[in-house]
């Protein structure tokens, strides 16, 4: 919870674009992947990705809009932490996942997830909350 819990997580799964015109044809283009707040799942599973990617400002929006939870804010404002510290970040949440059911109930979700520590695996429960029907970051 601390690097969180020192900072995040990732599925390491990577998003392909198609071709990008004539002087692409035939070349797969890579593509950052992004946020998916459509569902728990999604949301939790693109989390990972974004973070497999090393992506810190690809978790702007990670948290509840106008959130006040110190680790969520972290989160959402990572890419202004220093190279060492995203380093850090990025290792102990990458090769993390969904461990288990995810818990939904009207508006609020609760999804289970490991991710590395020093001492080994880590699990947690992410809270997810919807607003404006997207799913984002409550608490961890």
Known sequence: MRTLACLAFSLSLTSCGGTDGPASRGKVVASKPAL??????AFVESFFAVVG?????GLADFAVPGSVDPEMRIMS?????PPEMLKEFF?????????????VSGDHAEVPIVFKKAAGEKRDTLVLKRVDGKWYAASM
Do not use: M, N, Q, Y
Request: charged share 25%.
């Open 91 to 103: 290792g102990s949440f990458r090769g993390g996942g969904i461990v288990g059911d995810i818990k």
């Open 77 to 81: 404002e990572l890419h202004t932490a």
């Open 36 to 41: 998916d707040h459509s569902s728990p799942k």
């Open 53 to 57: 990617a090393s992506d810190a400002p």
